[in-house]
């Protein structure tokens, strides 16, 4: 019984094909393992199949029409499509996150990754420091932006009070009124709050990484900084290429910080995508337009995420 | 470089292991190495532990700030700060949340709920789905999971407004097991991969001397494997509980009675001054409310998480 199931399994869940070398009658222990296997799986299919995959088709649909939220539609072909090209609110908002993006992701990457280099080592104490600096990511950016709405009131908040005492701004600052200051406040806290997750995605990377490299590279007379460049940056390109797409991912799909401390203001002037999307289908019940902007929204973030895979599959081969 | 490259451990790896690239420290104990070198070793130390209390209070204090200011009464909070009322600290913004008018608690409840069975319902449909694609051989099962990973290439963002049309034909609009349904699907991804993982690890000869032992697909899950994979179990609810605990787009879309908002969703509403005028210490204080659970949780299970993130959980 063992002997002839054996090699039937002799790959659990390998690379598709590995089975196929053996032409072989599906034996009932086969049988067996391939209704299981879908059994096992049908929850996980089920739900994504429901809750991610439906909705997708769905909103392709709905993008085709004039969804109203209540009430009867009809087909308007790809009107909905071309009129975001003239719909200056949805352009802005598109303006606006890659600018908000282009900002925050390089200095995410370089204070995570200065970040990483400190906690890297297994020195006394770097658990803790980890630990410490990850904790703004862990708490949530939703909870922080109420402690920074609260912060940003002119002449009560700390950062007027802080700010005043260096002479930088007067005390009576309305940073949540102002376009650029708004912008540039919460650019800060979004740093603050994501480097930790670029410091623990490039540490994980670079305790990969075998000492002994570093060994050889000492021997041969390396400095410092020509090991970190010469080792680490190229074997963490994987890591490196991660935490780049989460980070330009999750800037891109902002939504928590502009609605909690802006809510779009000044006028649309700090709206990103995805709060355009949320007002014009729950505030201008206009479904049909809100899906087509979300079909956008998908392509582009299924091309970055596609660059993704394809750049790290290369770089395992 | 091609061998060092493809001999890194990706998924082995814990988060104990390997160390640091170039971070030697010799440690406290320099041992033989003369008093000279002990010194400069322990200046090292010194110097390090400093610069890590130092950067570690960038990103500590703000929120300990917060949990501060959140104890100073509502007109020390809104008002120019003096140094007469600044130090004067009192448990009112939270007696206020957790009773009265203002009451948060329900909300409070209704994330922990929420939370609690995101966790569950993540951790269980991910440790089937991970048993099969780990263990069994199935026709299409490559494509299988190939779709499974796919929610991780849709953000669940893009596809909020059909789901709200969607759920409201299901009645899962202001409905905590709909909104955890909808946080365990887009956490699946997370929980397949490092399930399988999990199940991948498992020696051969385990599984192979339990189906000897005729036992049955969920006996040898239930009695054999679950041990052994309960690690990963750990990491696949962690990821799903945090995810769910702060998630506001999706509460925010889904729940519009108030008595089932959840935490940041209420607290959203009293920003906005629903609730009458805005009171920017219940704020402060419902903020540190939701964040306190986060930390807990983390710090407790930490090596859970940080296991997530070096098997590359994150990549999908």
Redesign the interface.
Known sequence: ??AT??PG?A??????GA?RLRPRRRSAA?R??????????A???L??G???????G??VY?SLTNWPLVGAYHFVGLSNYTGLIHNSVFLQSILFTLKYTAIVTIPIFVVGYA?A??????????T??R??????Y???????S??A???L?P??G?AN?VLSRLHLVT?TTAWTVHTGLATTAICILVI?FAS?LTM??LM?G??????D??ESA?VDGAS?WS??RR??L??LRRSIA?SLI?SV?GSF?A??QF??IT?GGPGTSTESV?MS??QT??ADTD?GL??AM??V??IV??LI??IQFHY?QR??D | MASVRSGRPQSGATATVGHAGNGQAPGPRAGRAGRRAGGRARDGLTLFIVGGILISAVFVLPLLWETFRSLQPESTVSNPPSAASFGHLTFANYRALLSGQDDILRNVVNSLIVGVLTALLTAAVSTLAGYGFGLFRFRGSGLVFGLVLLAFMIPFQAVLTPLFLEMHFLHLLNNLVGLALFYTTFNLPVGVYVMRNSFLQVPREIVDAARVDGASVSRTLMSVLRPLVLPGIATAALYAFLFSWTEFLGALSFMTNDSLFTLPVALSNAETGTYGAVNYGLLLAGAVIAMIPCIVVYVALQRFYVRGLVSGALKG
Do not use: K
């Not at chain 1, 067996?32 to 799986?41: F, V």
């Not at chain 1, 862990?138 to 922080?144: D, N």
């Open positions: 019984m063992a199931e054996a399994r790959a659990p869940g390998g690379r598709a089975g086969d067996r393992d391939a209704r299981a296997g879908l059994a096992l799986t929850p996980a299919v739900l994504v429901v809750f991610a995959l439906f909705p997708l769905f909103g709905i970040l280099v400190f906690v890297r080592s297994n020195r006394r104490g770097t803790l420091f630990t410490l600096i990850f904790l703004p862990i708490v949530g950016l939703v909870a922080e109420f402690m709405v609260v912060e009131q002449s009560s700390t009070f005390d603050w930790g623990m995605l994980a670079m305790q990969g990484i075998p000492t490299i570093y000492r410092w090991a970190e080792i680490t190229p074997l991660l989460i991912v799909l939504f928590n609605f909690i809510d995805v999307i949320f289908a729950f479904v809100a899906s979300s079909v929204l998908v973030v299924g995420t596609f790290l770089d395992t």
